[in-house]
């Protein structure tokens, strides 16, 4: 091109973006989906805790979810990111994992995670918008921590900062520890307009309530354990309090 057409056309000015038409409202921002902090594992027993802390996070919105879109602000008070993610997307109805490692299927690894034993606070961001709060505590009317039992939401609508709202998981897993990373049950009831709803069967009348499951990746496959001492011990101290 010749330098004095290419003066020419750098000289012509840049067309502005079209504006709305007067009177039209601008567009909505997206919805604030909402995201449930489901079951957290914060002292696990046959695992160092890098490997078996877990945060599980369900999406009860009809719509997926940018993993990228999501924060944690941790109890030490920093904000982690998740990153390397099995997949970019959490699905509908979906749930993820969130751990130091993020090195399983359904997982996705926060770095510089890490959980304290006795009590703590955790709060769930989507993008500016905080959308969960999950907290634990010694005292009641939290359930008492024990190693390797994991606490589990009692119902998705409950205020996370509550210890009403926790329970100890009952489901075995590796035969010791007690946590189901990937599986959640609640009542149909509780998940009704939700991305769950699809998933809870009708029953006849006078019958038990049907409660809602969802299963991902529900058994990790175990990681390297700890030192076989340190491992007894930790039993013992499980038996003990038990």
């Known amino acids: 091109m010749p330098r004095v057409a290419l003066l020419l056309l750098l000289s012509l000015p840049v067309p502005a973006r079209a504006a709305p038409p007067p009177g039209e409202p601008p567009p909505l921002p997206p919805p604030v989906p909402r995201l449930v902090i489901s079951e957290i594992q914060a002292n696990p027993l046959l695992h160092d805790d890098r490997a078996g802390e877990f945060v599980e996070v369900v999406n009860l919105a009809k719509e997926p979810v940018r993993l990228a879109d999501l924060t944690l602000l941790l109890p030490s008070g920093v904000r982690a990111v998740p990153v390397r993610p ?97 599986r959640v049950e609640w009542p149909c009831a509780e998940v009704k307009g939700t991305a769950l709803e699809g998933k809870c069967a009708t029953l006849p009348k006078n019958r038990t309530p049907q409660r809602c499951r969802l299963t991902r990746n529900a058994d990790r496959q175990p990681s390297l354990p700890r030192s076989l001492p340190r491992i007894l011990r930790e039993r013992l101290a499980f038996l003990a309090v038990a």
């Open 86 to 182: 099995a997949a970019p997307l959490l699905h509908a109805g979906e749930v993820v994992l969130l751990t130091p490692l993020g090195a399983q299927p359904g997982e996705a690894a926060v770095k510089g995670m890490r959980l304290p034993n006795d009590a703590g606070r955790l709060e769930l961001f989507w993008r500016q918008t905080r959308v969960d709060v999950a907290q634990w505590h010694k005292k009641a009317p939290w359930p008492k921590p024990v190693p390797g039992q994991a606490l589990e939401r009692v119902r998705p609508g409950q205020d996370g900062e509550s210890g009403r709202a926790w329970r100890r998981s009952a489901s075995v897993l590796h035969g010791v520890e007690h946590a189901s990373p990937g």
